[in-house]
């Protein structure tokens, strides 16, 4: 006769602890997870850690990445479901577009591969905070994922930082521009009488003009920056002149502006191009600026064009103090000055940065070499034509 199947005795909870085997696997295991985040702590310092498995759960997150995604500890983001997580924090990326469905790792675990990217993340605990998240994809030993691992930077204060500086320079460029050309007109009108007024008062007139001319420059350089920063670059218009007549008449004008130097001319070519005359007059000009300001007062400034198939070359040489290595790297950054001449004589420096960015409009290069006996050279590659797309 068949005998009924017989249930196994139920095991006392209790005895599942008998000897200590229970507590002291438990143990070995927040051992590991402790040994885990210090090793985290040392490799990402303050980023976050996020681990999810095949299925988009959370299997893993340290105390920065628990933060940002608005729960108080890790443990209670691992406890907390995925739909209550979602529908508590608030996702955007950088064009307001909304990604509140899925944490960051999910898209690599269908298969999207690596990303790195900017969100906004929302949640009622932390309020709105910017984080760089870069995930990547867990494989077995045949390929298949089976997990993603995402590490989350908080950039909020960067960002916040960066946006004041741009909107700060915008907002008072346009502000200012309008008074100081005001200021910088009507000083040129009073200096154009100059024979009708006082020695003394001619004299202010033109430290007025100069310091206004100065200023309104200096103003146009902040725009720039902004335009270059806030807009994707400096805008440039492109038309068909003469490099070499261009060339002549931009260095007629800086011999004029800077009548105490000497600023001559090697080589003009006749060459069609295809430029923004008005952006490589303020390339040369930035160059020749700098030259005058950082060159041997004894010596030129000596500005040539040279032609290579498609390309032009544009230099700038001064006799000098060498430049260092190290200058020369963060020399086209915003903000970099030379440190060879005195306070009062040094702008913002924006220059070379301006510089760079309106050859970079026109699709070319610019380098510098410094050496002590062979002085300073700034070099500009521009092409003849606008590049394709």
Same mark, same amino acid.
């Not at 303050?46 to 498995?53: E, F, S």
């Not at 310091?211 to 335009?227: E, F, G, I, N, T």
């Given at each position: 006769?068949?005998? #009924?199947?017989q249930k196994p005795a139920a095991v006392p909870y209790r005895a599942l602890f008998e000897g200590g085997k229970a507590a002291s696997a438990f143990e070995q295991l927040r051992q590991t997870r402790q040994q885990v985040d210090s090793i985290l702590q040392v490799v990402v310092g303050d980023d976050g850690v996020l681990v999810q498995d095949f299925s988009g759960r959370i299997a893993y997150a340290n105390g920065p990445a628990a933060t940002m995604l608005g729960a108080a500890t890790p443990e209670q983001l691992?406890?907390? #479901?995925?739909?209550?997580?979602?529908?508590?924090?608030?996702?955007? $990326?950088?064009?307001?577009?909304?990604?509140?469905?899925?944490?960051?790792?999910?898209?690599?675990?269908?298969?999207?591969?690596?990303?790195?990217?900017?969100?906004?993340?929302?949640?009622?605990?932390?309020?709105?905070?910017?984080?760089?998240?870069?995930?990547?994809?867990?494989?077995?030993?045949?390929?298949?994922?089976?997990?993603?691992?995402?590490?989350?930077?908080?950039?909020?204060?960067?960002?916040?930082?960066? $946006?004041?500086?741009?909107?700060?320079?915008?907002?008072?460029?346009?502000?200012?521009?309008?008074?100081?050309?005001?200021?910088?007109?009507?000083?040129?009108?009073?200096?154009?009488?100059?024979?009708?007024?006082?020695?003394?008062?001619?004299?202010?007139?033109?430290?007025?003009?100069?310091?206004?001319?100065?200023?309104?420059?200096?103003?146009?350089?902040?725009?720039?920056?902004?335009?270059?920063?806030?807009?994707?670059?400096?805008?440039?218009?492109?038309?068909?002149?003469?490099?070499?007549?261009?060339?002549?008449?931009?260095?007629?004008?800086?011999?004029?502006?800077?009548?105490?130097?000497?600023?001559?001319?090697?080589?003009?070519?006749?060459?069609?191009?295809?430029?923004?005359?008005?952006?490589?007059?303020?390339?040369?000009?930035?160059?020749?600026?700098?030259?005058?300001?950082?060159?041997?007062? $004894?010596?030129?400034?000596?500005?040539?064009?040279?032609?290579?198939?498609?390309?032009?070359?544009?230099?700038?040489?001064?006799?000098?103090?060498?430049?260092?290595?190290?200058?020369?790297?963060?020399?086209?950054?915003?903000?970099?000055?030379?440190?060879?001449?005195?306070?009062?004589?040094?702008?913002?420096?924006?220059?070379?940065?301006?510089?760079?960015?309106?050859?970079?409009?026109?699709?070319?290069?610019?380098?510098?070499?410094?050496?002590?006996?062979?002085?300073?050279?700034?070099?500009?590659?521009?092409?003849?034509?606008?590049?394709?797309?």
């Amino acid at each position: 006769m068949h005998e #009924p199947d017989q249930k196994p005795a139920a095991v006392p909870y209790r005895a599942l602890f008998e000897g200590g085997k229970a507590a002291s696997a438990f143990e070995q295991l927040r051992q590991t997870r402790q040994q885990v985040d210090s090793i985290l702590q040392v490799v990402v310092g303050d980023d976050g850690v996020l681990v999810q498995d095949f299925s988009g759960r959370i299997a893993y997150a340290n105390g920065p990445a628990a933060t940002m995604l608005g729960a108080a500890t890790p443990e209670q983001l691992l406890r907390m #479901p995925r739909d209550q997580l979602l529908a508590t924090l608030v996702i955007r $990326d950088e064009e307001g577009n909304d990604h509140s469905g899925e944490l960051p790792g999910t898209s690599v675990l269908q298969g999207a591969g690596t990303s790195e990217r900017t969100l906004q993340f929302i949640s009622a605990a932390r309020g709105e905070r910017w984080v760089r998240v870069r995930t990547s994809a867990m494989r077995d030993d045949q390929g298949l994922i089976v997990s993603s691992v995402t590490v989350l930077r908080d950039v909020t204060d960067a960002r916040r930082t960066a $946006d004041f500086r741009e909107n700060l320079l915008g907002i008072a460029s346009h502000d200012l521009r309008g008074p100081l050309s005001a200021i910088a007109m009507g000083a040129a009108g009073i200096a154009r009488r100059s024979e009708t007024l006082d020695p003394v008062v001619a004299k202010l007139v033109l430290l007025i003009q100069s310091s206004a001319d100065k200023a309104v420059r200096m103003v146009h350089d902040l725009l720039d920056l902004a335009q270059a920063r806030l807009g994707g670059g400096i805008p440039v218009s492109l038309r068909e002149i003469d490099a070499g007549a261009l060339l002549a008449s931009i260095v007629d004008e800086l011999s004029a502006i800077h009548p105490e130097r000497d600023i001559v001319i090697r080589s003009t070519p006749a060459r069609t191009v295809h430029w923004d005359p008005d952006r490589i007059s303020q390339v040369v000009a930035n160059l020749v600026a700098n030259a005058v300001t950082y060159g041997d007062a $004894d010596r030129p400034v000596t500005v040539a064009m040279l032609e290579a198939q498609e390309q032009v070359a544009i230099t700038v040489h001064n006799h000098g103090p060498e430049i260092g290595a190290e200058q020369i790297e963060r020399m086209f950054q915003p903000f970099v000055r030379g440190s060879q001449v005195g306070r009062h004589q040094r702008s913002v420096g924006l220059g070379l940065y301006i510089v760079k960015e309106i050859v970079a409009a026109h699709g070319g290069t610019v380098s510098v070499a410094s050496a002590r006996e062979a002085g300073t050279r700034f070099t500009v590659h521009l092409p003849t034509k606008p590049n394709p797309g």
